[in-house]
């Protein structure tokens, strides 16, 4: 589970856990609109450093929220080379002709070979996964010794670099806001947040109730469900299966044997779960009394009023800039 942030509560004593829920998530939207107001990285970077502030100031961990950004890390790298490769607007900042030959392309089968026997026993899997890539560049930059295939010229604009840049950092500027929110909020919490702030649809005849509930319980059970996944894969490395190497089709077959133990037990934990809440007369639809009630505070005023001063600062500088 601790491979998987999103969706965790970890308990603390700091300001931002006694905070209402309802303004933690009203500043958490204020926030991430404010973040899509941004129009460059110098400006992604203030807010993160922003976010990093909150992190530092409510004594949350730091590397706690950066494990949140593991499972983006492959998306960030594909959109930040496809900006890099594909936008050629601007002036260009680096260009270097490229060879592919016989002795680059040996290196390159060489690499991978290494890269993906190697790569189980390495803890520090992306900056590993960089190296990989930054060697396989100085491969087809630098060896042309021999037969030359093909000859291309390689050129990264400014614009390019700028807007995978921005797009990179605006993605862990998003995630580190949400997994603020989760972290800092119990899912009961969450649950009675949702539920107020969706009460106007009762005007179209949407129950909040069920929505909120719905909700909630997926945040909650995506870290319940990972480290079903993390015990069904230990327990079948036990007996001999490698989900790290292989062919595709031997690949497909372990992915194959993990969904369904997974799916099994995501039935019964939602057996297990209806019993429960049958147990607690439980009624979607009908009014309840509660154990638990909110309470608005002045430091919630005062966090709403700055949340909305940041979207607002945000807005400006679109349109000033």
Not at 66 to 75: A, C, E, I, Q, T
Not at 243 to 261: A, D, E, H, T, Y
Not at 310 to 320: K, Y
Request: with cysteine.
């Amino acid at each position: 589970m601790n491979n998987f942030v999103l969706g965790q509560y970890v308990p603390g004593k700091s300001y931002i856990y006694k905070l209402d829920p309802r303004v933690k998530i009203i500043s958490t939207i204020l926030l991430m609109v404010a973040v899509f107001f941004l129009k460059n990285y110098y400006e992604m970077l203030g807010a993160i450093g922003f976010t990093l502030i909150i992190l530092l100031t409510s004594r949350i961990s730091i590397f706690k929220a950066l494990k949140g950004l593991r499972p983006l890390l492959m998306l960030s790298i594909f959109v930040f080379l496809f900006q890099i490769f594909f936008n050629k607007s601007g002036y260009v900042i680096h260009s270097k002709e490229m060879y592919l030959s016989i002795d680059s392309i040996v290196a390159i089968v060489l690499l991978t070979l290494i890269y993906f026997l190697t790569k189980k026993y390495i803890k520090l899997n992306f900056l590993y996964f960089l190296l990989f890539l930054t060697l396989i560049y100085f491969s087809l930059a630098y060896l042309n010794n021999f037969y030359t295939f093909l000859t291309f010229n390689l050129e990264i604009y400014k614009n390019g670099l700028d807007m995978s840049l921005f797009i990179f950092f605006r993605l862990i500027a998003i995630v580190f806001i949400a997994t603020l929110l989760t972290l800092s909020t119990k899912p009961t919490d969450l649950t009675l947040g949702i539920e107020f702030l969706l009460k106007p649809l009762k005007v179209i005849k949407i129950n909040p109730e069920e929505i909120a509930l719905i909700i909630t319980i997926a945040l909650r059970y995506i870290p319940t469900i990972m480290d079903e996944a993390y015990k069904i894969m230990d327990a079948q490395a036990s007996r001999g299966a490698d989900f790290k190497s292989g062919s595709i089709v031997k690949k497909v077959k372990i992915i194959v044997s993990l969904l369904v133990p997974m799916f099994v037990m995501s039935f019964e934990r939602s057996d297990e779960l209806a019993d429960a809440m049958l147990s607690r007369n439980f009624v979607p639809g009908k009014k309840k009394t509660r154990y638990h009630v909110l309470k608005w505070k002045t430091i919630d005023t005062f966090v709403l009023i700055f949340s909305i001063l940041v979207l607002g600062g945000a807005i400006c500088l679109s349109i000033l800039l």
